[in-house]
């Protein structure tokens, strides 16, 4: 079975079950589509599709805000047995440039509101026969979304597809470097789609507020829901505390993963008074789960202090893992928070050192992991592949420990690694920690050139909107709170830049500080 069998087997279970509902806030646009109508309408596509002489093997960019018309693209796409690329909707014309060098769409499929971009770029995209609109078309050389799927049959693409066929082409999102293109087959989706449904416990009468970007592999969580025929609320426009509260409490959503910064949004309304809890009906929310970077301990705990019957669970996961799922914590650990988990179903992690050998109990090493959702390589990138997966282990990058009961805790990224004086200091350690202060509400550490000690660890607060944080009053609390070796020898006081999947953006501040004069 491929993933896309889900979709029509959903449509045959449940037919008139509601699978995706697209809310819209701020236009005040609600829109839902049931499992059947879902399952037509990818039919359509694919059929359109191939009457225009796509084939199995060959790509198709994706270009849009999270929507039910982008679902029914992804999935009509991989239903002909051609590869769906989905793109960041943040991507200047650069980046689409450099996407579709490496992965030679022959389709591109785009929201309207990126026509000006899409029109600007298009003679550089010589691979490209076909521009679909999603929206009416303003471009001659664009076709209509709706009117090329109009005619087109509801019945079954006749395509063989098999769970070692390639589906989905992915961009990292080079939050360490350029992104690099990672390829998946249907096994790897699927992979995700067991892992998630197994870690959150779903069944069919859940159902998930999505609103991390579909264009990442946190489509993972989605997936979830999918293989067991839940239904998916999708917020989009914007996600600001009232709104995840309005859709939980109007759409009865039992599961919302979330990303750190809305979760500190959301306590951060809750502590000023902008939200009050009591005034939504919030009874059938009975799982807040997170993921996508480290989670501070500290925030788990407010979050408790408001929800304290609300379970909590934590995955982590990769684009090169298929997405969540790898390790989880499982519910019945809470006693545990602080730590990503245990491997999940179908996978096998292990702590190991720089030539791969496994480690001891509580020393730092590296994560590598082995499972079915391993992607198939990065694309046309062998020599990347080839160190990032060895003998099937997928060298994740990122530093873990491990404790007598076998739960891993990340460290942080190898790249993000402080060397100073000779001691390696991980950041994440120490943004656990200032992120206990009360009137911080983001922190990231990095490290600094420094001719006496090669690096020097930096703090780059974000104070709470509203309160007045002083340098010698964050230099008091790093003296109470941490050892002179991991204390920051900068106190900077900025935003701190995430992606779009809640990553601290290192390597941008970095950028922007190292080159500074900052007075020590």
Same mark, same amino acid.
């Given at each position: 079975?491929?993933?896309?069998?889900?979709?029509?087997?959903?449509?045959?279970?449940?037919?008139?079950?509601?699978?995706?509902?697209?809310?819209?806030?701020?236009?005040?646009?609600?829109?839902?589509?049931?499992?059947?109508?879902?399952?037509?309408?990818?039919?359509?596509?694919?059929?359109?599709?191939?009457?225009?002489?796509?084939?199995?093997?060959?790509?198709?960019?994706?270009?849009?805000?999270?929507?039910?018309?982008?679902?029914?693209?992804?999935?009509?796409?991989?239903?002909?047995?051609?590869?769906?690329?989905?793109?960041?909707?943040?991507?200047?014309?650069?980046?689409?440039?450099?996407?579709?060098?490496?992965?030679?769409?022959?389709?591109?499929?785009?929201?309207?509101?990126?026509?000006?971009?899409?029109?600007?770029?298009?003679?550089?995209?010589?691979?490209?026969?076909?521009?679909?609109?999603?929206?009416?078309?303003?471009?001659?050389?664009?076709?209509?979304?709706?009117?090329?799927?109009?005619?087109?049959?509801?019945?079954?693409?006749?395509?063989?597809?098999?769970?070692?066929?390639?589906?989905?082409?992915?961009?990292?999102?080079?939050?360490?470097?350029?992104?690099?293109?990672?390829?998946?087959?249907?096994?790897?989706?699927?992979?995700?789609?067991?892992?998630?449904?197994?870690?959150?416990?779903?069944?069919?009468?859940?159902? &998930?507020?999505?609103?991390?970007?579909?264009?990442?592999?946190?489509?993972?969580?989605?997936?979830?829901?999918?293989?067991?025929?839940?239904?998916?609320?999708?917020?989009?426009?914007?996600?600001?505390?009232?709104?995840?509260?309005?859709?939980?409490?109007?759409?009865?959503?039992?599961?919302?993963?979330?990303?750190?910064?809305?979760?500190?949004?959301?306590?951060?309304?809750?502590?000023?008074?902008?939200?009050?809890?009591?005034?939504?009906?919030?009874?059938?929310?009975?799982?807040?789960?997170?993921?996508?970077?480290?989670?501070?301990?500290?925030?788990?705990?407010?979050?408790?202090?408001?929800?304290?019957?609300?379970?909590?669970?934590?995955?982590?996961?990769?684009?090169?893992?298929?997405?969540?799922?790898?390790?989880?914590?499982?519910?019945?650990?809470?006693?545990?928070?602080?730590?990503?988990?245990?491997?999940?179903?179908?996978?096998?992690?292990?702590?190991?050192?720089?030539?791969?050998?496994?480690?001891?109990?509580?020393?730092?090493?590296?994560?590598?992991?082995?499972?079915?959702?391993?992607?198939?390589?990065?694309?046309?990138?062998?020599?990347?592949?080839?160190?990032?997966?060895?003998?099937?282990? &997928?060298?994740?990058?990122?530093?873990?420990?491990?404790?007598?009961?076998?739960?891993?805790?990340?460290?942080?990224?190898?790249?993000?690694?402080?060397?100073?004086?000779?001691?390696?200091?991980?950041?994440?350690?120490?943004?656990?920690?200032?992120?206990?202060?009360?009137?911080?509400?983001?922190?990231?550490?990095?490290?600094?050139?420094?001719?006496?000690?090669?690096?020097?660890?930096?703090?780059?607060?974000?104070?709470?909107?509203?309160?007045?944080?002083?340098?010698?009053?964050?230099?008091?609390?790093?003296?109470?709170?941490?050892?002179?070796?991991?204390?920051?020898?900068?106190?900077?006081?900025?935003?701190?830049?995430?992606?779009?999947?809640?990553?601290?953006?290192?390597?941008?501040?970095?950028?922007?500080?190292?080159?500074?004069?900052?007075?020590?």
């Amino acid at each position: 079975m491929n993933i896309t069998d889900l979709v029509t087997k959903n449509a045959r279970s449940n037919p008139y079950n509601i699978a995706f509902v697209e809310v819209r806030p701020v236009s005040k646009i609600r829109k839902e589509i049931s499992w059947a109508f879902f399952n037509e309408r990818t039919n359509r596509i694919a059929n359109a599709l191939i009457a225009q002489k796509i084939t199995k093997g060959q790509k198709v960019a994706l270009l849009g805000r999270n929507s039910i018309n982008w679902l029914e693209a992804f999935f009509g796409i991989m239903k002909t047995g051609a590869w769906v690329i989905p793109l960041n909707f943040r991507f200047t014309k650069e980046d689409i440039r450099y996407c579709a060098a490496i992965g030679e769409p022959s389709f591109f499929i785009f929201d309207k509101e990126y026509t000006e971009m899409i029109n600007g770029t298009k003679p550089e995209l010589p691979t490209v026969k076909h521009f679909i609109c999603i929206g009416s078309p303003s471009s001659a050389d664009a076709e209509g979304f709706e009117s090329l799927i109009s005619e087109s049959s509801t019945e079954p693409a006749e395509v063989e597809i098999s769970d070692e066929d390639e589906c989905a082409l992915y961009f990292t999102s080079g939050t360490t470097g350029p992104p690099k293109a990672v390829l998946h087959a249907h096994r790897g989706l699927m992979v995700a789609a067991i892992t998630e449904a197994t870690n959150q416990r779903w069944t069919n009468r859940d159902s &998930l507020l999505m609103m991390p970007p579909l264009y990442h592999l946190a489509i993972g969580h989605l997936l979830g829901a999918l293989i067991v025929g839940g239904k998916s609320v999708l917020l989009t426009e914007q996600i600001k505390p009232q709104y995840v509260f309005e859709t939980v409490s109007n759409e009865q959503i039992s599961m919302v993963f979330l990303l750190v910064p809305w979760a500190l949004d959301i306590l951060e309304a809750l502590n000023k008074g902008e939200i009050r809890i009591k005034d939504y009906d919030l009874s059938c929310w009975h799982l807040m789960h997170m993921g996508a970077q480290p989670v501070p301990p500290s925030l788990v705990k407010r979050w408790k202090d408001y929800f304290p019957n609300m379970a909590y669970n934590n995955t982590y996961g990769l684009s090169e893992s298929g997405g969540p799922g790898v390790v989880y914590l499982g519910m019945e650990n809470e006693r545990k928070i602080g730590a990503i988990g245990k491997p999940g179903l179908i996978w096998d992690v292990r702590i190991v050192d720089e030539v791969g050998k496994d480690i001891p109990v509580g020393q730092v090493g590296e994560i590598i992991a082995k499972g079915s959702g391993v992607m198939k390589g990065y694309y046309k990138n062998p020599e990347a592949t080839s160190k990032t997966v060895r003998k099937g282990w &997928l060298y994740t990058g990122d530093l873990a420990k491990m404790d007598e009961e076998g739960f891993i805790y990340i460290v942080d990224r190898k790249k993000d690694l402080v060397i100073s004086g000779g001691e390696n200091i991980y950041p994440v350690e120490i943004e656990a920690v200032i992120q206990k202060h009360s009137k911080v509400r983001d922190v990231a550490v990095i490290g600094l050139p420094d001719q006496r000690l090669g690096e020097a660890v930096a703090a780059i607060i974000e104070p709470v909107p509203g309160e007045v944080l002083t340098t010698e009053e964050m230099i008091a609390f790093c003296e109470e709170n941490l050892p002179r070796y991991k204390r920051p020898r900068h106190i900077i006081f900025g935003q701190v830049p995430r992606s779009a999947t809640g990553k601290i953006q290192k390597p941008k501040l970095r950028d922007a500080y190292a080159k500074r004069n900052i007075d020590t």
